[in-house]
């Protein structure tokens, strides 16, 4: 049976505490340059859920201008974030039922760590593994 922390269904109304760490435990943010590229991908793809993945990476650094379609309702809403030198937890409400929480989540990670391969020379998974889900149920 599978782990509750692994179930990838995503209501509608829903929040959700959202997690992952580093592969081995080590640090996925090795500076403030990292920690903001994180919040920059993560806000891109929080605004344009259907944007694409690679695209991202040339915006970031060469800052070209772009232009995305807007979605009129977005399928989740970030409530909360806090990023740790070797994880992070984020805390999203599921709006709408168009793109789930695992687009957004697919989205950041692949792009995180091309962003984080290329600039540390590194190679392989950063992550130790797929991102942890929890329903909140409760205050």
């Not at 996925?28 to 694409?52: C, E, M, N, S, W």
């Not at 970031?60 to 409530?79: A, C, D, G, I, R």
Request: aromatic share 16%; net charge positive; proline share 5%.
């Amino acid at each position: 049976m599978p782990s509750i922390y692994y179930l990838r269904q995503f209501y509608p109304g829903s929040y959700y505490h959202i997690y992952n760490r580093g592969a081995n435990k080590q640090n996925i943010f090795r500076d403030g340059k990292d920690y903001q590229v994180f919040i920059k991908i993560l806000a891109y793809y929080l605004l344009h859920p259907l944007g694409t993945p690679q695209s991202i990476l040339n915006r970031l650094t060469n800052k070209v201008p772009y232009l995305v379609e807007v979605m009129e309702v977005l399928p989740y809403t970030l409530l909360s974030y806090c990023l740790m030198p070797n994880h992070f937890h984020l805390m999203l409400r599921q709006n709408s039922s168009d793109l789930t929480i695992s687009n957004l989540m697919k989205r950041l990670s692949i792009t995180y760590a091309m962003y984080f391969n290329k600039r540390h020379h590194h190679s392989g998974a950063i992550f130790q593994g797929k991102y942890k889900n929890v329903l909140i149920e409760s205050e």
